[in-house]
């Protein structure tokens, strides 16, 4: 794992330890500025587009932000990350990573599976928290993530996207997930259902599936459907799998 990589995964983890532990008043009493948040937001927008920027401020804060929201906000926190020393002494090793690629300097080979301890030790104490909160969180896999190319966050049921796209388009999604037994991942994408005729598949805890639009997807509410489930005997909905949702875009027909 690289460090880019490894951060990703950290400052995700902590993005949402936050939002489980603090929900929507997460910024309040933590000593974040709102107002830095919000001009970064607005950059992204200016900077990306032809894209649809997330509106979530919790997406914009860094790795030091992260670890002072829990720091000033310490107790309520403890049930997941439990030994506040270890868990700063991580946040210091983390920052000396991440900003040794920003001075040229490569990671040696110690240091790359150290990082990626980090990462997953981590990533690890949230998903035993949450499955203490929710008990089936200890049995099935969990998404954490999905966007497609355009920057549209896709969630779990019908996700209506404000997107036009047109045929000869090429769409992708970034897929992150984890199992907290550690079973194999499959993501696929099909066109219109489940079972639908497949798009792509791929296997792992991250994954990018690919949708090259043709003229059969023409319609104004074009469905696409991205599913994921473990290598396990047994998976969280009662249609095979662990996670579904169904995505719909409009898609113009040829030479409109």
Sequence with gaps: MESAEAINVVETVLRR???????????????VDRA?????????????????????????????????????RWKEFKPIFAKEDR??????????????????RSLLPFERALLEGIAGELRNELTLWRSSQAPDMSWYPTVESITDSLGN????????????????????????GWDPQDRELTWTLNAMAMHGPQLDRQVGTE????????????????IVT???LSSGAYHREPFGCDFLASVFYAVDPPGT
């Design 17 to 31: 330890a936050v939002r489980q532990v603090l929900g929507d008043s997460w910024h309040e009493g933590t000593g």
């Design 153 to 176: 966050l896709i969630t779990s049921g019908n996700c209506v996207t404000p997107s036009r796209l047109q045929v000869g388009d090429e769409i992708t999604f970034r897929c992150v």
């Design 36 to 72: 830095k948040l919000e001009e970064r937001r607005d950059e992204e927008r200016k900077r990306r587009t032809g894209a649809t920027v997330d509106a979530d401020l919790l997406s914009y804060t860094h790795l030091y932000e992260l670890k002072q929201i829990i720091k000033n």
């Design 87 to 104: 868990f700063f002494v991580y946040m210091k090793r983390l920052e000396d990573f991440r900003n040794a690629p920003m001075h040229c």
């Design 207 to 222: 994954a990018t599936l690919t949708w090259y639009i043709s003229p059969a997807h023409v319609a104004e509410r074009s």
């Design 226 to 228: 991205i599913s994921m």
